[in-house]
């Protein structure tokens, strides 16, 4: 049985969240209720670092969803569809965020982008997989790390900032907790490794360019 992640945690401690008035974490959706379309509008930051962290969430869905296409071996299954989980509610938590008109425009080109990202590693084996997992979760950790910095120089004085700044330190504490996994798994090592994590690395990064732009 997977640990919980950080959002599961938060949802699981309901009474703390009310007893201080705010959310402990994240605030939980209701049951079969649709999501209202977010309607905040942020500084352009704030805009483009969220555009970018949901075209990065878009991603993350589908590099699971590459890799439980190709994947066959049962604890490479287990994990992409465990993170694939908590990932698509780092899609929802943004969402709560971001206005609909304010997504990139490229999210088709994202969803191909991260389907290959996790579908090509899994053609050369599990360890392949938690190495670009590795690769690709170091990197929002730092992605998001730098959105933190910025919300705590910039923000405070927002009223909505304690809320934002939750849900993407919870978004972050999970992510940082995928890398330890893909880690801890035991990645591949060699040449042909260290070229693809260099190729993801670097691919994530231009794309959090182009993503805080369009
Ligand atoms: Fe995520
Ligand atoms: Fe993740």
């Known amino acids: 049985m997977p640990a919980m992640n950080t959002h599961e945690r938060a949802l699981a401690e309901p009474a703390a969240a009310h007893a201080t008035g705010s959310h402990s974490g994240l605030p939980p959706r209701s049951?079969?209720?649709?999501?209202?379309?977010?309607?905040?509008?942020?500084?352009?930051?704030v805009t483009a670092d969220l555009r970018s962290d949901h075209a990065g969430e878009t991603g993350a869905v589908q590099i699971y969803r590459g890799v439980l296409a190709v994947a066959r071996d049962p604890a490479?299954?287990?994990?992409?569809?465990?993170?694939?989980?908590?990932?698509?509610?780092?899609?929802?938590?943004?969402d709560r965020y971001l206005r609909?008109?304010?997504r990139s425009r490229l999210l088709p080109a994202w969803r191909v982008a991260g389907w290959l990202t996790g579908a090509l590693p899994a053609l050369f084996?599990?360890?392949?997989?938690?190495?670009?997992?590795?690769?690709?979760?170091?990197?929002?950790?730092?992605?998001?790390?730098?959105?933190?910095h910025y919300l705590d120089a910039h923000l405070q004085e927002d009223a909505r900032y304690p809320d934002l700044?939750?849900?993407?330190?919870?978004?972050?504490?999970?992510?940082?907790?995928?890398?330890?996994?893909?880690?801890?798994?035991?990645?591949?090592?060699?040449?042909?490794?260290?070229?693809?994590?260099?190729?993801?690395?670097?691919?994530?990064?231009?794309a959090v360019v182009l993503a805080r732009r369009v």
């Open 125 to 148: 084996g599990p360890r392949m997989v938690y190495a670009t997992i590795a690769s690709v979760e170091t990197f929002v950790d730092t992605h998001y790390a730098e959105q933190l």
């Open 31 to 45: 049951a079969g209720a649709p999501a209202s379309p977010c309607t905040e509008r942020w500084n352009r930051t």
């Open 100 to 102: 609909p008109q304010d």
């Open 76 to 94: 490479v299954r287990r994990f992409a569809e465990h993170h694939l989980a908590t990932e698509q509610q780092h899609l929802d938590v943004i």
């Open 165 to 206: 700044r939750r849900a993407l330190n919870a978004c972050r504490e999970d992510e940082v907790h995928h890398r330890d996994e893909a880690l801890a798994a035991g990645p591949a090592q060699g040449w042909l490794v260290r070229v693809w994590t260099w190729v993801v690395a670097t691919g994530s990064k231009q």
